[in-house]
């Protein structure tokens, strides 16, 4: 099991140095710079400004110095930001959008669940129909749709919940998860319904019927067990998606958090930003998709030979 | 498989889990209170606490080293220039300087300080404070965008460009704590606008210089715990895309006029999230109103909606170096050709002002004589003349502006006006901002969009733009008439004299057409009801030392 993981991580590494090059190089062929803007200004101040954030270096020594930076864990000054480094801007706002996934999860896993069950217990009546129904719209529904909607019917006409921000206003956290969550939870839906289906025909449910339990004890103590496995292992990258792809969420949400920062960034030609975020996410995302296959290997006993017995 | 379910009790389970859903729910609503809480307007509007929508995240809050509309918004909250502006009569009225006087041919400014102006941290702001400050903008090393501001003194550009190097020798001398003089290069009728300009807002020298050199950018004296300024506010808070907080300074001469305790800055980047946030009650009021709420506002009446003519201009550059567009009689043709009221009326509908000419009528006197007509037959006959009758042989150019619905509405129905007219096809393409940017800077397009506010309430700031290799020119259009008329202007000392060489030079450009001027901007804006004292504003400022809050009174 150490050997496996110890070759994943070196696995990734390759990947993560590929990731920085691309993403260096592509940041600095698209057009404009960090100080291109409406109205311009003499060609010495720009000039100057280059000097200063040494963009007037060739692309390739601008990749090593990073690099070296980068080595020491140092992601440099933001460009648009400058009185802040990348280092303070992602140690600002991840915190955030970690939180937002995290209630987004425990959204989607309740509901999910809750629909996923409901409907595996009576497969193509009325009972299954509706809350499939209601997950095949929360998939195909995307957030930038659904967000606006709440907001319209909660925020604005009911006044119950506030539009915008994040911990601001108390309540202001509910809208974001919920829109987050939502197609989220209608993935788990129908996958906890797929995996309901095939234990509840299980041998085992029907002589735990037959023993006279309570269906509340059969479905939660024994069906659910077998039933949420392939959640489990959709939960890795299904989190790992939730944090790098809250950036919708955050814009309409008014929400500060690096999913934001990360577009902004784009935007604003912020070399240093975009590249702190890209490397940030992508070490977030391999180390999910690292951590589900662990899990999934200790669960699965056959997968768990494979990997002790080397090949 | 289905008759086995059957034999759950399903009932019990159904009631199982509606359950835990009322008793979430319930839980959630005794959380947040699910009843009409108090907003933030309202508890502001009691506190005395402003709610802004800032357009975008500040880059800084130094004024040497940023450019943009949100900083300039948050910056005139915690700075003050020498000399400011009566928001109606646009009349500079005192500020850091409660008097001064200008010499006879209007190049020698002499300023009295006043003697109560102090900094946020209490010490005295004296006149050698702007003489370090000035000297700080101007210093190479630091970049500053804003620098050719300046070079309106005498000798401030030598010194940027580093052909003197002794600052002594530039236009700005403390003659004593109290007084400051400033010579000017040439008569700048302007210059006591600039004044109110965020570039020439002093700054606290000795703080920055705690920080780092005092040319070195972006150090850490602009954090909220570090930061001295001299204006009615202090800065109190800065989290990145969350909020600014700015606080009644205790030190600020006028403080007792001061009615706002706090202003909060949101960082709002989308106009639409602005909008609603506005709705709820979360913000007092923004940047700009979406276009296609406008109608709904005007229609119902409300109160909060304000409209009013903004001292800028939109407009189509030609690439003058290409073919067909180096062809004067192409430019007219085109320009002839469109009904600039009708766009304005059908397509843009937020109550802009058609423009015949580059320079917005202004209150200070100055409105061009010469424009370009609307006139179909003029501009058949002169694509005629170029060769191109009824648009026979015309290549297919492309109309270029940045992704935004508002500039593809008013591209499409130009498309069609040329068509019709002139049976002109032209293509249209959109690129991301700063992707335009660099095509128009480096004069990669044909044809393409483009817009100036102006900086000051001058002709100048606009017919500044088209002297010959002009940094915003942009157009590859030249005239050495022009230039020198430009020249003149700055050089004379005569308002009506200056205004007539403003005049010739306008209709060279309008003769010449390398822009296609469109429509005078409007503001459209929501301002809370509650906010008394806000003012319409030609370049949409304000200021905050004249806002104050009354907690509505319901209809």
């Given at each position: 099991m150490f050997l496996f993981i110890l070759k994943r991580v070196f696995q990734s590494i390759p990947v993560l140095f590929l990731v920085i090059a691309v993403t260096f190089f592509m940041v600095h062929a698209a057009p404009g710079g960090p100080f291109s803007q409406e109205r311009n200004v003499p060609p010495e101040v720009v000039k100057k400004l280059n000097q200063r954030y040494h963009l007037d270096e060739p692309v390739m020594q601008q990749l090593f110095s990073y690099v070296g930076d980068l080595l020491r864990g140092d992601f440099g000054?933001?460009?648009?930001?400058?009185?802040?480094?990348v280092n303070d801007l992602i140690i600002a706002g991840f915190p955030t959008t970690f939180e937002l996934a995290l209630y987004a999860t425990l959204f989607a896993l309740t509901v999910g669940l809750i629909a996923g069950v409901v409907a595996s217990l009576?497969?193509?009546s009325a009972q299954d129909y509706i809350p499939m129904s209601g997950a095949m719209l929360g998939i195909c529904l995307p957030s930038f749709v659904l967000g606006p909607l709440l907001l319209l019917i909660f925020g604005i006409w009911l006044e119950w919940l506030p539009v915008a921000g994040w911990g601001q206003i108390p309540g202001d956290k509910i809208l974001p998860s919920i829109t987050l969550g939502a197609s989220y939870a209608a993935y788990i839906a129908r996958i906890s319904r797929g995996g309901m289906l095939e234990v509840l025909s299980q041998d085992y449910i029907r002589t735990a019927r037959a023993k006279g339990l309570s269906p509340i004890r059969i479905v939660f103590v024994h069906a659910l067990r077998g039933g949420i496995t392939p959640v489990i292992s959709f939960l890795g990258p299904a989190i790992a998606g939730l944090l790098a792809g809250s950036f919708v969420v955050e814009t309409i949400f008014q929400i500060p958090g690096l999913g934001r920062f990360y577009v902004q960034a784009a935007f604003n030609r912020d070399y240093t930003m975009i590249l702190g975020c890209t490397i940030f996410f992508a070490f977030l995302i391999i180390v999910f998709n690292l951590l589900s296959d662990v899990i999934l290997v200790y669960l699965n006993p056959k997968l768990r030979q494979q990997v002790s017995g080397g090949h | 498989m289905q008759a086995m379910l059957n034999h759950f009790n399903l009932w019990a389970l159904m009631k199982y889990f509606l359950r835990i859903i009322i008793i979430t729910l319930v839980a959630l609503c005794a959380l947040t209170g699910c009843k009409k809480h108090k907003t933030l307007v309202d508890i502001g509007n009691e506190q005395h606490i402003l709610h802004v929508g800032n357009a975008d995240e500040i880059a800084d809050v130094d004024p040497h080293t940023t450019t943009g509309t949100p900083e300039h918004n948050i910056q005139t909250s915690l700075f003050e220039g020498l000399v400011l502006q009566d928001p109606e009569t646009l009349k500079p009225k005192p500020g850091v300087a409660d008097s001064w006087t200008v010499s006879d041919d209007g190049k020698i400014y002499r300023f009295h300080i006043r003697e109560d102006a102090k900094w946020s941290n209490g010490d005295k702001l004296v006149a050698q404070d702007f003489v370090e400050t000035w000297h700080r903008a101007l210093m190479p090393a630091l970049a500053n965008q804003w620098a050719s501001y300046l070079f309106v003194i005498s000798n401030a550009e030598s010194f940027y460009t580093g052909a003197i190097k002794d600052f002594s020798e530039v236009g700005v001398k403390a003659l004593d704590e109290q007084n400051l003089e400033i010579k000017l290069a040439n008569n700048t009728p302007y210059f006591l606008q600039l004044l109110?300009?965020?570039?020439m807002y002093p700054l606290h020298i000795k703080t920055i210089l705690k920080f780092g050199a005092i040319d070195e950018r972006s150090t850490q004296w602009t954090k909220a715990k570090n930061f001295v300024g001299n204006g009615p506010f202090v800065l109190a808070e800065w989290t990145p895309q969350k909020v600014v907080v700015v606080k009644r300074s205790p030190y600020y001469w006028d403080v007792k006029n001061v009615k706002l305790k706090e202003i909060h800055f949101y960082p709002i980047q989308s106009e639409v999230n602005a909008e609603r946030s506005y709705r709820a009650g979360q913000i007092h009021l923004f940047d700009k109103l979406p276009k296609e709420k406008i109608a709904h506002y005007k229609n119902k009446q409300d109160p909060a909606y304000r409209t009013f003519p903004m001292y800028g201009t939109y407009f189509y550059r030609f690439n003058t170096k290409i073919k067909p567009f180096n062809d004067v009689r192409v430019r007219k043709a085109l320009a002839y050709s469109l009904d600039r009221e009708s766009l304005v009326k059908n397509v843009t509908k937020g109550g802009e002002l058609a423009a015949y000419t580059l320079t917005p009528p202004n209150p200070y006197g100055y409105t061009s004589k010469a424009q370009i007509p609307y006139d179909l037959e003029k501009a058949k006959q002169l694509l005629a003349d170029a060769g191109y009758a009824n648009g026979v042989g015309f290549p297919r150019m492309k109309l270029l502006y940045n992704t935004l619905e508002g500039h593809q509405k008013i591209a499409v129905a130009i498309q069609e006006m040329w068509k019709k007219s002139l049976g002109i096809e032209i293509q249209l393409e959109n690129q991301e901002w700063k992707t335009f940017l660099e095509n128009q800077r480096t004069m990669n397009y044909e044809l393409c969009r483009a817009s100036w506010i102006g900086d000051y309430i001058d002709p100048d700031t606009f017919l500044q733009l088209f002297i010959t290799d002009g940094g915003n020119n942009e157009t590859g259009w030249s005239n050495a008439t022009y230039d020198q008329l430009i020249k003149k202007a700055a050089n004379s000392s005569n308002e009506s004299e200056r205004f007539e060489y403003f005049q010739q030079a306008e209709k060279i450009l309008d003769e010449e057409v390398p822009i296609i001027p469109l429509y005078t901007y409007v503001g459209n804006r929501l301002v809370s009801p509650s906010v008394k004292g806000w003012k319409n504003h030609l370049q949409d400022f304000w200021s905050y030392k004249d806002l104050y809050l009354e907690p509505q009174v319901s209809p």
């Open positions: 000054p933001s460009f648009k930001y400058p009185t802040h480094t009576r497969p193509n | 109110n300009h965020n570039s």
